[in-house]
């Protein structure tokens, strides 16, 4: 049985030769992410050439996720690489560069004296430091009481969870790196801290206007994005619950709700859903999970991830490949509770344009669900029926013959989906009799399973999915 739930792996000093991409790679990862919050364009391009040239050489479309670092917030340098904040002091922070000290700290948010009110909350290190707002000049000086102190080292990031904060999604160095991963055929980018649903829009205008093909995944760590959610989910390709600095943002008790309904929310919009943030955190240092960790990512699966992310595990972690196998054995363990698929929902008719299709997608899930099918096949262009039917969760194998290779990678963060490049649409009967043998000789299939076809007629044509066949494998 195939693995259905996807796993993104965040590549790093540990595991960016091509050795340790080989390893993790036939271990099981799906969708590779380039963190762009660190490293060089050549050392980011190096990894990209290697993931693709490890593709070719194993016949996989491994996809690349460019996570671009978007409007994170910062403390300068600090003193002795840190110093401690006593509860109760006064800490000065300001927009003018200096080097940090227990009274005074540089913050790279220029417009933070205007932006911030008396009484906000500043957070620091991933809310491991609690200060509030006493006062500010408005211009280059906030002053702040720490509430709650510690160590404070250097570049550690600040949350400001009541800020209404006025930096655009897409800073410079954003822009810079999304116009290197455009050149790069980069086929999903990931943008952080998004509040809007104009975020998005903004984003795939840059992408249109670069006649590229690339995917959006909407990063969901902040308030206002929760607030906006429907809209978010209703303009973007894929959705990431990032809880890190979600869990900082807003109340730590209300995350796990709030993924379960970001989840329900994207299946039902046939948009993927990556869970992410210290799923197998102890597994930077430690070669097995604790048990809580294993419950995190069951749970994830269980409430219908498309696919469950690595960061520090897998990018700095002392044992990258322990973690991956953990992490499959979780999962598949997990698919073989049946409460994990059959998520129906009846097509919208008031969606008239994808009416036909959405019903061929619902009803080629209803029966390969009745005749217990092995095989759900879908011959797609544009990919839209590949996310159609993953939606549905059925337990039958999703296989997506396609021959447009820009999406071939793109459908590997897709759940349940085994993508394979086709060219052969000569006729609806001759495809579908092809497609049959090919999987039976591939071992995908066995003589006598039941499989359901779903094409396009005329199939030249390639329009949308208006006919499905039920039939054995010769």
């Keep these: 049985m195939i693995r259905k739930t996807k796993i993104v792996a965040t590549i790093g000093p540990s595991t960016d030769s091509k050795e340790m991409l080989k390893k993790i790679i036939t271990k099981g990862v799906n969708v590779c992410r380039i963190n762009f919050s660190h490293g060089s364009h050549e050392d980011q391009k190096k990894v990209i050439n290697t993931i693709r040239e490890i593709n070719k050489e194993l ?22 690489n840190g110093v401690e904040l006593i509860n109760n002091h006064e800490l000065i922070f300001t927009t003018i ?21 008396v009484g906000e909350s500043i957070l620091l290190d991933d809310g491991k430091l609690n200060l509030t707002i006493k006062s500010t000049n408005n211009k280059d000086e906030v002053v702040a009481i720490v509430k709650h102190g510690g160590m404070l080292s250097s570049n550690k990031g600040v949350n400001l969870p009541n800020t209404k904060i006025s930096l655009p999604s897409l800073t410079e160095k954003d822009l810079d790196d999304l116009q290197f991963a455009l050149e790069m055929n980069i086929s999903w980018i990931g943008l952080s801290f998004v509040r809007s649903a104009d975020d998005i829009i903004a984003l795939k205008k840059i992408i249109s206007k670069a006649n590229s093909n690339a995917k ?13 959610i429907d809209a978010i989910i209703d303009v973007a390709d894929a959705i ?15 995350v796990p709700l709030v993924q379960k309904m970001i989840v329900k929310k994207s299946m039902k919009a046939s948009k993927p859903v990556i869970i992410a943030t210290q799923m197998m955190e102890s597994m930077i240092d430690n070669v097995t999970p604790t048990r809580a960790e294993v419950n995190d990512v069951a749970n994830a699966v269980l409430d219908g991830a498309d ?16 973690v991956i196998e953990a992490m499959d054995k979780i999962i598949q363990d997990v ?15 008031e969606n008239i344009d994808r009416y036909i299709t959405d019903s061929i997608c619902f009803d080629s899930c209803r029966l390969a669900h009745r005749v217990e099918a092995k095989g759900i096949v879908t011959m797609t262009f544009s990919g839209y029926t590949a996310f159609k039917i993953a939606s549905f969760r059925p337990k039958a194998g999703i296989f997506v013959f396609t021959g447009n290779e820009a999406i071939l990678s793109m459908l590997s963060l897709v759940w349940g989906v085994k993508v394979f490049l086709y060219n052969e649409f000569v006729s609806t009967d001759h495809t579908i009799a092809d497609i049959k043998h090919f999987l039976k000789k591939e071992k995908w299939l066995q003589k006598d399973d039941l499989i359901v076809n779903i094409a396009s007629m005329p199939i030249q044509e390639k329009g949308q999915s208006n006919m499905m066949k039920l039939s054995h494998i010769d």
Excluded at 307 to 322: D, F, Y
């Design 59 to 80: 016949g996989l479309f491994t996809a690349i996720l460019a996570d671009l670092q978007g409007p994170k917030i910062r403390v300068g340098k600090m003193k002795n």
């Design 335 to 349: 698919e073989t509770d049946d409460s994990l698929y059959h998520y129906e929902f009846p097509p919208n008719k």
């Design 307 to 322: 696919a469950v992310m690595l960061s520090g595990e897998t990018s700095v972690g002392n044992h990258p490949i322990l």
């Design 240 to 254: 990431m619950v990032a809880r890190g600095d979600l869990g900082v943002e807003i109340p730590f008790q209300e």
């Design 97 to 117: 560069e200096c080097l940090g000290d227990d009274k005074k700290v540089y913050i790279s948010y220029q417009k933070f004296p205007k932006d911030v009110s």
């Design 216 to 228: 959006v995944i909407a990063k969901i760590e902040k308030p206002e994005a929760i607030k906006d």
